[in-house]
T-cell receptor, first 114, second 115 residues
Framework: AQSVTQLDSQVPVFEEAPVELRCNYS??????LFWYVQYPNQGLQLLLK??????LVKGINGFEAEFNKSQTSFHLRKPSVHISDTAEYFC????????????FGTGTSLTVIP | DTGVSQNPRHKITKRGQNVTFRCDPI?????LYWYRQTLGQGPEFLTY????????KSRLLSDRFSAERPKGSFSTLEIQRTEQGDSAMYLC?????????????FGNGTRLTVT
């Protein structure tokens, strides 16, 4: 079974400050990892994904995430946030042995303060 | 690539009525998923299709819910005898076949309000 934990439900941060959104997962098999962003009244948009290779992956809008297998984590970071980054962020995993099922965390609401 | 399209965007219905939502996936994607999202929660898996075959259904999906993808293209999700607890955002997503290396592409969702 797979589960995803996003420890912070809300993260306020000042504009141009760095931010880290935490994601931990539990799985009996190896997984692929994803971060999605959701703006109000919209669907989810892929930010970045980890499939294999380098554990540091870069995504859109200046975001990056690092896969840590020993800590089963996939934290999302951005060195300097903008007002437009205010949104809900979801971490998701997909088992590598099937690849047809995705499990989402409960989300982190990022609010960028001017 | 016109993206995943969902209609309607909003639906308000009275308890006990039936509703149907439509999803048009990205044309070359053969996998189609339905998720439900309530306030403050992540998407919850409902069901998924590969081409026209419905391969998996969540235990969350009661008998009042049914989904179809008759020709392996668009899909419909019907809820019969709606209840207030059905109020949620219903998200459709599609992907192409390929173990794990094809992420989900989401539509903008249909927001259902049951009064």
């Amino acid at each position: 079974a797979q589960s995803v934990t996003q420890l912070d439900s809300q993260v306020p941060v000042f504009e141009e400050a760095p931010v880290e959104l935490r994601c931990n997962y539990s799985s009996s098999v190896s997984v692929y990892l994803f971060w999605y962003v959701q703006y109000p009244n919209q669907g989810l948009q892929l930010l970045l994904k980890y499939l294999s290779g380098s554990t540091l992956v870069k995504g859109i809008n200046g975001f990056e995430a690092e896969f840590n297998k020993s800590q089963t984590s996939f934290h999302l970071r951005k060195p300097s946030v903008h007002i437009s980054d205010t949104a809900e962020y979801f971490c998701a995993v997909s088992p590598t042995n099937t690849g047809n099922q995705f499990y989402f965390g409960t989300g982190t609401s990022l609010t960028v303060i001017p | 690539d016109t993206g995943v399209s969902q209609n309607p965007r909003h639906k308000i219905t009275k308890r006990g009525q039936n509703v149907t939502f439509r999803c048009d996936p990205i044309s070359e994607h053969n996998r189609l998923y339905w998720y439900r999202q309530t306030l403050g929660q992540g998407p919850e898996f409902l069901t998924y299709f590969q081409n026209e075959a419905q391969l998996e259904k969540s235990r969350l999906l009661s008998d009042r819910f049914s989904a179809e993808r008759p020709k392996g293209s668009f899909s419909t999700l019907e809820i019969q005898r709606t209840e207030q607890g059905d109020s949620a955002m219903y998200l459709c997503a599609s992907s192409s076949q390929g173990v794990g290396n094809s992420p989900l592409h989401f539509g903008n969702g249909t927001r259902l309000t049951v009064t």
